[in-house]
């Protein structure tokens, strides 16, 4: 079974500063995908990084960035400069199989104080 | 990318009724979903829509509560039938994720039951 573990229910960062959300996944596959998605209060889903397991360079997109450690399966997402746009609930997300099954762990809801 | 279109946005229903859902794909797309998400939770897998046949479901889900449509491959809706309170959830389809590529997700259908 696949499994994905966010140990931190709630996060609370402010203005301008860097805060680091943590994942852990467990799987038996060895092609899969991770990423991130947040979930503002507007339900929208928005895809926020992606990252390929055969790769070893971790992702960024702009400000947002993983520390991706295979063996230790972990897939950590930070986001520097944090904006008042960055509080919404964020998902970390494992892709597998060929039938682009996705797991989703429990979330964690992101607060930006100024 | 792809742009989904899912409606209603929400509802608020009486038990034993149904409510059909409707999600709408901009462009052809191979692997459609339909996710739950019970109020400040994470988003479980209902069933993969597939194109021309019967949707496959998740551990818990049956077609008899559950059915779902799929008549092409930009269309899909998911029927919640005999409504119970507990059913009482967002609902959300969404597109997308072959071979890792990114998911798109509609902006989900918040569902009361009374």
């Known amino acids: 079974a696949q499994t994905v573990t966010q140990s931190q229910p709630e996060m609370s960062v402010q203005e301008a500063e860097t805060v680091t959300l943590s994942c852990t996944y467990d799987t038996s596959e060895s092609d899969y995908y991770l990423f991130w998605y947040k979930q503002p209060p507007s339900r929208q889903m928005i895809l926020v990084i992606r990252?390929?397991?055969?790769?070893?360079q971790n992702a960024t997109e702009n400000r947002f960035s993983v520390n991706f450690q295979k063996a230790a399966k972990s897939f950590s997402l930070k986001i520097s400069d944090s904006q008042l746009g960055d509080a919404a609930m964020y998902f970390c997300v494992l892709l597998y199989g060929t039938a682009s099954k996705l797991t989703f762990g429990t979330g964690t809801r992101l607060q930006v104080t100024l | 990318s792809a742009v989904i279109s899912q409606k209603p946005s929400r509802d608020i229903c009486q038990r034993g009724t149904s409510l059909t859902i409707q999600c709408q794909v901009d462009?052809?797309?191979?692997?459609m979903f339909w996710y739950r998400q019970q109020p400040g939770q994470s988003l479980t897998l209902i069933a993969t829509a597939n194109q021309g046949s019967e949707a496959t479901y998740e551990s818990g889900f049956v077609i008899d509560k559950f059915p779902i449509s799929r008549p092409n491959l930009t269309f899909s809706t998911l029927t919640v039938s005999n409504m119970s309170p507990e059913d009482s959830s967002i609902y959300l389809c969404?597109?997308?994720?072959?071979?890792?590529?990114?998911?798109?997700f509609g902006s989900g259908t918040q569902l009361s039951v009374l």
């Open positions: 990252q390929e397991a055969y790769k070893q």
């Open positions: 969404s597109a997308g994720g072959q071979g890792g590529e990114k998911l798109f």
């Open positions: 462009s052809q797309v191979t692997m």
